[in-house]
T-cell receptor
Framework: NAGVTQTPKFRILKIGQSMTLQCAQDMNHNYMYWYRQDPGMGLKLIYYSVGAGITDKGEVPNGYNVSRSTTEDFPLRLELAAPSQTSVYFC???????????FGPGTRLTVT | GQNIDQPTEMTATEGAIVQINCTYQTSGFNGLFWYQQHAGEAPTFLSYNVLDGLEEKGRFSSFLSRSKGYSYLLLKELQMKDSASYLCATYNDYKLSFGAGTTVTVRA
């Protein structure tokens, strides 16, 4: 199993551009999550999904959108990039709501 | 909301023991996780406590007191590879809320 994969690994965006961060898992997990991690800070939950077709907002959803059309994929969309969205983005999945989350390697995004 | 506090940094010597404390105040609580995160890498799972008491897993142990809103992670026989950030996270209603993490530096 590849586990949780994320693309791209690095990206530089200009203010106002848009992009989609890709996340996929091959463990047949129902639960998937997007976090952002700023330097010296803990991970903040952006959006999560408890199954295909079901998504919900986390702690910091503004400026982002998600979709979950399949169990495997959970892309995160930035519509109008802002410098405040410069961060490291992690995707995670779990097979049960009380089990450990498996994290992808992260996407390092810079908005200038 | 969630308020989770843990020390910013700790330093210890190879072979020693270090205890990382975590206190939390939450509006809902189903359990507490500890994750390890090496610099530039993704977090990896260490432990999960849902009941009061000590859970031991090799060199790592985790303790939880729900009534006191308190947990600690104990790292024994420290090795250089244990230099990392340790994240305390409370679990409630499908979601994890993370503390800012404690950076542990192991010195030879």
């Amino acid at each position: 199993n590849a586990g949780v994969t994320q693309t791209p690994k690095f990206r530089i965006l200009k203010i106002g551009q848009s992009m989609t961060l890709q996340c996929a898992q091959d463990m047949n997990h129902n639960y998937m999550y997007w976090y952002r991690q700023d330097p010296g800070m803990g991970l903040k939950l952006i959006y999560y999904s408890v199954g295909a077709g079901i998504t919900d907002k986390g702690e910091v959803p503004n400026g982002y959108n998600v979709s979950r059309s399949t169990t495997e994929d959970f892309p995160l969309r930035l519509e109008l990039a802002a410098p405040s969205q410069t961060s490291v983005y992690f995707c995670a999945s779990s097979d049960n709501r009380v089990n450990e989350q498996y994290f992808g390697p992260g996407t390092r995004l810079t908005v200038t | 909301g969630q308020n989770i506090d843990q020390p910013t940094e700790m330093t210890a010597t190879e072979g020693a023991i270090v205890q990382i404390n975590c206190t939390y105040q939450t509006s809902g609580f189903n359990g507490l996780f500890w994750y390890q995160q090496h610099a530039g890498e993704a977090p990896t799972f260490l432990s999960y406590n849902v009941l009061d008491g000590l859970e031991e897993k090799g060199r790592f142990s985790s303790f939880l007191s729900r009534s006191k809103g308190y947990s600690y992670l104990l790292l024994k026989e420290l090795q250089m590879k244990d230099s990392a950030s340790y994240l305390c996270a409370t679990y409630n209603d499908y979601k994890l809320s993370f503390g800012a993490g404690t950076t542990v530096t192991v010195r030879a």
